[in-house]
């Protein structure tokens, strides 16, 4: 198998590039190894479809070094293709993906990503492109609007561009209306709300756990809508969303609709309505998001599957429970 580092120079705080050579000069005896490093935007894509097409029959496997936005631009140049996996070398920022199994710490290592086992993941769909962890509107879309605007500014990049986005959300969000169908159902009609997110993965914003139950290899798209709530509410309830426990508290479920769902069609009258796929602003007032079950082939590590395992087996110990 070819191994060939996708590497995003500008991801992060700090350039990988010089510690990823070091470490894949110590594998070159033992791997065919390669490195190629992106240009700019959609440069992570369009180098995948290329390789693929000019080695049809080789298999390959493409390691995303960078964020969230280099991972979702490796896997959409790899989605389709049967000789090609893709794995992360999480760098970035955020990193949110990488936390569905365990944590950026699972990933730091080329020689266990190499020997790591492939697994058939879901990802989420608009007809055009793919997001591999979280597709989301509303409060969300205003926070990563806001992000885009600020996160250059010396005292304003990382994290503190992401809590700059929520001030501002929270001021803007939810005057927006919109009509939501899942899987053919009315949900809501013309209504003002919070957000509503659409997880593959299960974090976002670097540390949100906004989907506890997502489960990737399900077929199905984790929905959670949160109806529009006053301020007070919105303070209490992020510190519930941060750690993963808004589904589980009597006091919030009359704001939240969550449900399982393999597509949602989506309109507002709102002109400056949109969405997000891995936090990739997409302006549009309607729009269609689909489920594509197993359509990539992830290899995680050791370490990362062993997590998975711990976590399916709390899971059916608590629902044995109920």
């Given at each position: 198998m070819k191994h060939i580092l996708v590497v995003n120079p500008a991801a992060g705080h700090t350039n990988a590039l010089p510690r990823i050579r070091e470490e894949a000069e110590k594998l070159k005896g033992s791997y065919d190894v390669e490195i190629y490093e992106t240009k700019g935007k959609g440069d992570a894509t369009a180098f995948v479809k290329e390789t693929i097409a000019a080695h049809p029959d080789a298999p390959i496997r493409f390691y995303s070094c960078g964020g969230d936005g280099t991972l979702k631009e490796v896997a959409n140049g790899a989605v389709g293709a049967k000789n090609a996996s893709v794995s992360c070398y999480p760098c970035g920022s955020g990193n949110d993906f990488v936390k569905y199994y365990g944590g950026a710490e699972n990933f730091l290592s080329l020689a266990a990503l190499f020997e790591g086992e492939e697994r058939e993941i879901d990802l989420i769909t608009d007809g055009t492109e793919y997001s591999i962890n979280i597709a989301n509107f509303g409060f969300d879309y205003a926070v990563c609007e806001t992000m885009e605007k600020v996160r250059r500014f010396p005292l304003l990049g990382g994290k503190r561009a992401y809590y700059a986005g929520i001030v501002t959300a929270l001021f803007t969000a939810m005057k927006k209306r919109v009509k939501?169908?899942?899987?053919?159902?009315?949900?809501?009609?013309?209504?003002?709300?919070?957000?509503?997110t659409l997880a593959n993965g299960t974090y976002i914003g670097g540390s949100y756990m906004c989907a506890p139950r997502s489960d990737n290899e399900d077929g199905l798209l984790e929905l959670c809508?949160?109806?529009?709530?006053?301020?007070?509410?919105?303070?209490?309830?992020?510190g519930y969303y941060k750690r993963g426990e808004h589904l589980d508290m009597a006091a919030l479920a009359p704001y939240i609709i969550y449900k399982r769902v393999s597509s949602i069609e989506v309109s507002s009258t709102d002109k400056d309505f949109g969405y997000t796929l891995d936090g990739e602003l997409h302006p549009c007032a309607r729009f269609t998001l689909t489920i594509v079950p197993k359509a990539l082939r992830f290899a995680i590590p050791k370490t990362a599957a062993a997590f998975c395992a711990e976590r399916e087996k709390k899971r059916h110990e608590a629902f044995a429970c109920k």
């Open positions: 939501v169908y899942a899987d053919g159902e009315l949900l809501t009609e013309d209504d003002r709300f919070l957000l509503c809508y949160v109806k529009s709530i006053s301020v007070p509410r919105f303070l209490k309830l992020m």
